[in-house]
């Protein structure tokens, strides 16, 4: 539901004149600085009895990197992605010309995939060396010079430099199981400080991807605490993510567990969450305010298209599409200039300027304002109808909004309240009532953080998005029934009772990116789709059959002493054993059946003839009706259903 709502809200925002600068760049530029020292391609053994093997940490952060960029190629087809391997023996960079060449100027850097938009060639290249193939093994071979961090990272800026100027997400993430590069000598290590300074100055965003050796944990208090800034509460671009406690190992596992826990760690945090305002006040109380930016973290995902392709001539062509608004009686050019909007009211067209429908939207400025505090416990589970929207501190105009909003987000979760706020998101946008909430954060099982702390502002629905109430006077199932549908539920629970959306991916969204990625990257077919959402019917007939036909019996009796044996049955009639012709019995007899058995062999005699041609919905609802009546099943229902215990029938007879 929350999905629909969000689509009438773009509905009705397409019209309003929006800043766009208001909203951050959804492009994404994310470069792999991978460790190729002797540790980190040593193979270790998986500590995980279903995935046994070895695996070395550079292979993992290898195939993480290709598994990123074979989801991003398609997903996000603007975003950049790049591999720099550092500590290898050979050297390359590109030159000005742009020719991949060995390059002195960055020693024992080996730029394997440039920062760049992907190709179908790059990612077979990538795929080939987190492989380890023979024709790509030699670039892994480690030097046995010592490695110059600050070297490293004046590449990666000269990259983001030359590659992604204008973007205002960019990212470098070093995976490495080397705390301390530069142990004895302090000029490696201050120089070091002041590139990692220059990246932060740039733009740029290091994230460390620690990994502890079998004997060693990583500390990060040794070398990396002085090159890794954390992210600033008002920086726009990730506020959702900030750095972990880098006193713990982002990837703690062995061998094959590393490939696991760094790509949960990578995806978490490889996109930037899009901003959806920036900047607006929030109102504690009179003459209280602080700055906060509001960002959208929950949203369906669906197959994008980035352009339409016209096959009409000897090569496709990317097609560009103009729209061109026409007269239906004169087909003549209309301007936009002359072009008025009108809402019919009492049978008349009133016409409205853009300046008098400006004004109608206007709802007074951005703001959050705190109208009061209430118990959770007044927020029902129903309440939430629209989408919400993840809210976190900006110190730009107001200093000290951080250690403020930080105050109120504890005070809430520890007195368990919420706040009703009036909240206005942008200019001409319609003004809600909304409960902010107060959102702890959240790990997976690697420690790496999921959902950020923060505030959650839900809309409230008004009266007329709320469905009515069930009358007083609405009849309640008796105890029996209610107690026996409890045991139902309470053998159908989910491993620890969560219900956890990540592990049931959308099957259709996965199938249309799987078919283009075999389409792109020359692959064979992917064969049949893995859907993760049907349900296990076998499991739930061995856990909770028993009981639901238990149910079922109890509502026969019930139905009978409440209704004196009416003739309608249960649909979940207990099967009975099968007789001499492979039909199946009842438990008892069905107490309707057809007056004349004449036709009732023409009958089957038609509708086995329509199963086996597959045109059984060219039956009439009637026909349909007295065959399922005839071999007693319920003939209830629409003629979907109908059609669905038809073939059920011939399927159990089979």
């Not at 491993?495 to 049931?504: A, F, I, N, S, W």
């Amino acid at each position: 539901m929350a999905d629909d709502s969000y689509a009438r809200e773009e509905e009705l925002n397409e019209e309003e004149e929006v800043d766009e600068s208001s909203f951050r760049a959804v492009k994404d530029a994310v470069l792999f600085a991978i460790d190729v020292s002797s540790s980190m391609l040593n193979p270790r053994p998986s500590n995980n009895p279903k995935k046994p093997g070895e695996e070395s940490p550079t292979s993992a952060a290898l195939k993480c990197a290709y598994h990123l960029m074979q989801q991003r190629i398609i997903s996000n087809p603007k975003d950049m992605l790049g591999v720099l391997l550092y500590g290898t023996q050979n050297s390359k960079f590109y030159d000005e010309d742009g020719d991949g060449s060995a390059d002195l100027s960055y020693p024992h850097c080996y730029l394997f995939t440039d920062l760049d938009v992907p190709s179908a060639e790059e990612v077979k290249e990538l795929r080939a060396l987190a492989g380890n193939e023979e024709e790509v093994r030699g670039i892994l071979q480690p030097s046995e010079e010592p490695i110059s961090m600050a070297n490293v990272l004046f590449c990666a800026n000269q990259i983001f430099t030359s590659k992604a100027p204008n973007f205002l997400s960019r990212r470098l993430f070093i995976v490495t199981d080397n705390d301390n590069p530069h142990a004895g000598n302090k000029a490696l290590r201050s120089a070091s400080t002041v590139r990692a300074r220059d990246l932060y100055d740039l733009g740029v965003t290091i994230e460390l991807f620690p990994i502890s050796q079998p004997d060693h944990e990583f500390d990060t208090t040794k070398f990396y605490d002085d090159i890794i800034y954390k992210t600033a509460p008002s920086d726009g671009e990730a506020p959702a993510y900030l750095q972990p406690d880098m006193k713990t190992s982002t990837a703690q596992g062995d061998g094959i567990e590393l490939l696991d826990s760094l790509l949960s760690s990578i995806n978490s945090r490889s996109v930037a969450k899009r901003s959806i305002f920036s900047n607006i006040p929030m109102e504690i109380g009179p003459g209280l305010k602080i700055s906060v930016n509001g960002y959208l973290l929950l949203r369906r995902q669906e197959p994008a298209r980035s352009c339409f392709v016209w096959l009409g001539g000897e090569t496709p062509q990317i097609a560009k599409g103009i729209t061109t608004l026409l007269t239906d009686d004169t087909a003549h050019t209309v301007e936009k200039s002359e072009i008025r909007k009108a809402y019919k009211f009492g049978g008349e067209s009133i016409s409205f300027t853009p300046e008098e429908l400006s004004s109608l939207r206007d709802f007074g400025e951005p703001v959050i304002r705190i109208i009061g505090f209430k118990p959770m416990s007044a927020l029902p589970i129903w309440a939430n109808v629209m989408h919400p929207t993840f809210i976190y501190p900006s110190e730009e105009d107001y200093i000290g909004s951080t250690r403020v909003f930080s105050a109120l987000h504890q005070k809430l979760l520890k007195d368990n309240k919420l706040a009703l706020v009036w909240f206005i998101s942008r200019k001409k946008s319609s003004p809600v009532l909304g409960a902010m909430i107060a959102g702890a954060e959240k790990t997976d099982e690697n420690g790496v953080q999921k959902l950020p702390p923060g505030m959650w502002i839900i809309p409230l629905p008004f009266a007329d998005d709320v469905r009515k109430q069930p009358p007083a006077d609405f009849t309640v199932a008796p105890e029996p029934l209610i107690d026996a549908m409890k045991q139902v539920f309470g053998q159908l629970q989910l491993p620890k009772g969560v219900y956890d959306p990540e592990r049931y991916p959308n099957p259709s969204l996965q199938w249309h990116y799987r078919i283009l990625q075999a389409l792109a990257l020359d692959e064979d077919h992917p064969g049949e789709p893995d859907d993760k959402t049907i349900p296990k019917y076998r499991q739930i007939h061995k856990r909770a059959g028993e009981y639901v036909l238990e149910w079922s019996e109890k509502l026969d009796a019930l139905s009978d002493k409440m209704f004196g044996g009416s003739p309608e049955r249960s649909t979940l009639v207990k099967r009975g054993p099968r007789d001499s012709n492979g039909d199946e019995g009842s438990s008892e007899q069905p107490s309707k059946r057809v007056k004349t058995e004449s036709g009732s062999s023409d009958i089957d005699g038609d509708i086995k003839k329509a199963m086996e041609k597959g045109t059984l919905s060219k039956l009439t609802v009637a026909t349909l009706k007295e065959f399922l009546t005839s071999h007693g099943r319920a003939a209830a229902g629409k003629k979907a259903d109908l059609i669905e215990r038809v073939e059920q029938y011939f399927e159990d007879k089979s």
